[in-house]
């Protein structure tokens, strides 16, 4: 009886193990107490602030530049799409700035 149970005990654990394994490597980054910031106008705010900002800058004028060209009516799910512009080009910000992965 107890054996017809046993694949389904497995089926779970191979379910749970990629984001156990997920959590259990995230936390050593957990351990940076700072967060990169930078002085505007002598205050400190998070880069990553800035980088949405940007990005949501980019995707407007990305959007423009779309519309320009003649490509904004043929984008299936546009809110999709400049979603997608706007966390590209603050990711792509972020690396630029920093150099790559802070971990």
Do not use: K, N
């Not at 997920?22 to 705010?45: D, E, H, M, N, R």
């Not at 490509?71 to 630029?96: H, Q, T």
Request: glycine letters at 8%; proline letters at 7%; one cysteine or more.
């Amino acid at each position: 009886m107890a054996g017809r149970h046993l694949p389904a005990c497995r089926r779970v654990l191979r379910a749970l193990c990629p984001g156990a394994l997920l959590a259990i490597s995230a936390t050593p980054a957990a351990a940076f107490a700072v967060a990169p910031s930078v002085p505007i106008f002598g205050s400190y705010f998070p880069v990553w602030i800035i980088c949405a900002v940007l990005g949501v800058i980019a995707a407007v004028i990305g959007r423009q530049l779309f519309i320009f060209l003649g490509l904004d009516e043929f984008l299936p799910l546009r809110l999709l799409v400049y979603l997608c512009l706007a966390i590209g080009s603050a990711l792509a910000i972020w690396f630029f700035w920093f150099g790559g992965v802070v971990l």
